[in-house]
């Protein structure tokens, strides 16, 4: 953490975090740009007059999140990846500097969101560069794998309001949907059926036409199903 020169005269009563990406000027690595090199999470706090930088070392940093509640920024970060490509999630105490890793193993995790009440970390797994997993950490610090989330590729996701259902956009043969997810209470994750294979390559084979058989099939899977996804294209 370092303090920052400042030009002029930062109101007093003017305190808050403010958190972006940018390029990582400490690292040795070219090009400096966090498109195409390593990235930096530029936090800066500000209180009592005061700026603050968050990080400034040679890790590529990225993704900060504010919590909502209380004064600390999670962000993913290689600081302990020994230069390797994989992220972790990372948390810093804004009162005291304290940084305390999140979750640990060889998967890529990133894209780190608190639910809106502040009590369950939203973050995107990768182990692979074509398929990335929807996880949480909860109020007990433990990580689960939402439901329904295993089979699709998930590209963003966003919280309700009401903190208890996560929507996110995800690939399935190519196609991107919206689906709901939901963490118990008033929101349970929705049966659902599968439209298979077999119907994409018929589509393709056939100039664009559906199997004759799919409409029937579809409507009467509907009718035991109130909701599947949010939206769905072909």
């Given amino acids: 953490i370092t303090d920052l020169r400042v030009t002029g005269t930062i109101p007093s009563d003017l305190s808050g975090l403010f958190v972006r990406n940018g390029s990582n000027t400490k690292a040795d690595t070219e090009p400096l740009h966090w498109f195409l090199g390593d990235g930096m999470v530029h936090g800066v706090r500000i209180a009592d007059g005061t700026l603050t930088a968050l990080t400034a070392d040679a890790a590529d940093d990225d993704d900060p999140t504010a919590h909502p509640t209380r004064q600390a920024v999670v962000w993913s970060s290689d600081r302990d990846a020994g230069g390797g490509p994989r992220h972790a999630l990372y948390e810093m105490d804004l009162a005291t500097g304290a940084v ?12 780190a969101l608190w639910s809106p009440d502040g009590t369950t970390l939203a973050f995107l797994r990768s182990s692979n560069v074509s398929h990335q997993e929807l996880l949480i950490i909860g109020p007990d610090g433990r990580e689960r794998r939402l439901s329904g989330a295993a089979s699709v590729s998930i590209n963003s996701f966003g919280w309700t309001s009401d903190s208890r259902t996560i929507l996110y956009a995800g690939g399935v043969s190519g196609t991107n949907r919206i689906w709901r997810a939901g963490l118990g209470g008033d929101a349970p994750v929705p049966a659902g059926f599968t439209i298979t294979t077999e119907a994409c390559n018929y589509y393709d084979a056939h100039n664009k036409q559906y199997p004759p058989e799919l409409k029937a099939q579809a409507d009467e899977a509907m009718r035991h199903v109130p909701v599947i996804v949010l939206t769905s294209s072909t």
């Fill in 100 to 111: 305390t890793r999140l979750t640990a193993g060889d998967a890529d995790d990133r894209r």
